[in-house]
Nanobody, 125 residues
Framework: QVQLVESGGGLVQAEGSLRLSCAAS????????MGWFRQAPGKEREFVAA????????SYADSVKGRFTISRDNAKNTVYLQMNSLKPEDTAIYYC??????????????????WGQGTQVTVSS
């Protein structure tokens, strides 16, 4: 089992920045691709970003590309999401996830095995 705990969410004004963290414990963090998803009220959970096991490859949703950066520190068992130029439409609960499959940078929720509890991000206009 892998346990994931997100932190760093909060209230920020438009054009501001936040950095989310996801601390992992349990089995072999460095063996998993990691991803970030978000879910706004009344909407489905959507892909935000993913990073490969070694951190060398990343993938981003079109809506956040150029504004968000995913990274990982395997020595600290932690994955990060740096969010810049935030917009009100970025408001959502953000979840981190760990994937145990062969996919390098998974983009679908069903490609992940473990999920955190989520952290709220609210962007005011």
């Amino acid at each position: 089992q892998v346990q994931l705990v997100e932190s760093g969410g909060g209230l920020v004004q438009a054009e501001g920045s936040l950095r989310l963290s996801c601390a992992a414990s349990g089995r072999a963090f460095s063996n998993y691709a990691m991803g970030w998803f978000r879910q706004a009220p009344g909407k489905e959970r959507e892909f935000v970003a993913a990073i490969s096991v070694g951190g060398g490859l990343t993938s981003y949703a079109d809506s956040v590309k150029g504004r968000f950066t995913i990274s990982r520190d395997n020595a600290k068992n932690t994955v990060y999401l740096q969010m810049n130029s935030l917009k009100p439409e970025d408001t959502a609960i953000y979840y981190c996830a760990a994937g145990g499959g062969y996919r390098v940078t998974p983009r679908r929720p069903n490609e992940y095995d473990y999920w955190g509890q989520g952290t709220q991000v609210t962007v005011s206009s």
